[in-house]
């Protein structure tokens, strides 16, 4: 079955930085668009940066200049470096990737994975 793992979250101080990794699994025949997606408590989940296959990358404002987006398509894993972390970055960041398995092209989701930035 195809997995989506994220690993690298944690608790750090404002200013800091943190590197988050989506490592995809199973019987996957291809990778298309990939992206981390985060909700604070009480809101609703978010879009922080998408990257196509063919590495055209999307922020939202928020985001800009601070995280970057990249992948390495041997190692089916998409990352997200976060610099210059601020106390409203605290949320749960989920990975989605849009990938072709056996039953076709469909969106999955990872577990989340949690960042908390204190102040």
């Known amino acids: 079955q195809v997995r989506l793992v994220e690993s690298g979250g944690g608790l750090v101080q404002a200013g800091e930085s943190l590197r988050l990794s989506c490592a995809a699994s199973?019987?996957?025949?291809?990778?298309?668009?990939m992206g981390w997606y985060r909700q604070a408590p009480g809101k609703q989940r978010e879009l922080v940066a998408t990257i196509a296959d063919g590495g055209r990358t999307n922020y939202a404002d928020s985001v800009k200049g601070r995280f970057t987006i990249s992948r390495d398509n041997a190692k089916s894993t998409v990352y997200l470096q976060m610099n210059s972390l601020k106390p409203e970055d605290t949320a749960v960041y989920y990975c989605?990737?849009?990938?072709?398995?056996?039953?076709?092209?469909?969106?999955?989701w990872g577990q989340g994975t949690q960042v908390t930035v204190s102040s």
């Open positions: 199973g019987r996957i025949f291809n990778i298309y668009a």
């Open positions: 989605n990737g849009d990938l072709v398995g056996d039953n076709g092209r469909r969106p999955f």
